[in-house]
């Protein structure tokens, strides 16, 4: 597997919920580490499953931090909000303001099927909830503001907190 297509605005699958994954094996790992590889090749900081046509509850982030990869994730506390600029993979050029937790702490399974809390704040806490959005078929453009084509790279890499 080399890189993923992403799925864009106005596929049905966008607004599928993805299923939980049973068994972490080489087949989901496979997937993880072409998501990585595509997320990497689009410049974006997080994408999930359906975002690639995969309806099972997979993530992988990268925020600067190194990367994530998240099965099954689950936000199992939030703290505060934060106002912050978002856009995403699968619509490219759009931005729009999303008010999201400054905090949260989050449940899942890493790649060696290991139980993990991850707790993120800021841009971590923003791309987690907004990519664990889309694996309810909820995209950011349900709950921004003041939508609008990104006007500069600046302004995509203020707003990656979920591409």
């Keep these: 597997m080399d890189t993923l297509k992403i799925r864009l605005y106005g596929d049905p699958v966008l607004r599928e919920k993805a299923q939980p994954v049973d068994r972490v094996d080489a087949g989901v790992k496979r997937i993880l580490a072409a998501m990585l590889r595509t997320m990497y090749a689009a410049e974006g900081v997080g994408l999930a499953g359906p975002q690639v046509g995969v309806l099972k509850c997979l993530v992988v982030i990268d925020v600067g931090e190194g990367p994530l990869e998240l099965i099954n994730p689950e936000i199992i506390a939030r703290e505060g909000t934060q106002d912050g600029v978002e856009g995403c ?72 907190g979920g591409r």
């Design 89 to 160: 993979l699968s619509l490219p050029g759009l931005v729009g303001d999303v008010v999201r937790s400054e905090k949260v702490t989050v449940r899942a399974l890493d790649a060696r099927g290991r139980e993990r809390e991850i707790v993120g704040e800021g841009l971590l806490a923003r791309a987690l909830q907004h990519e664990i959005d889309h694996l309810d078929g909820i995209l950011f453009v349900d709950k921004a503001r003041n939508l609008r084509p990104a006007q500069s790279e600046g302004e995509m890499d203020e707003g990656q």
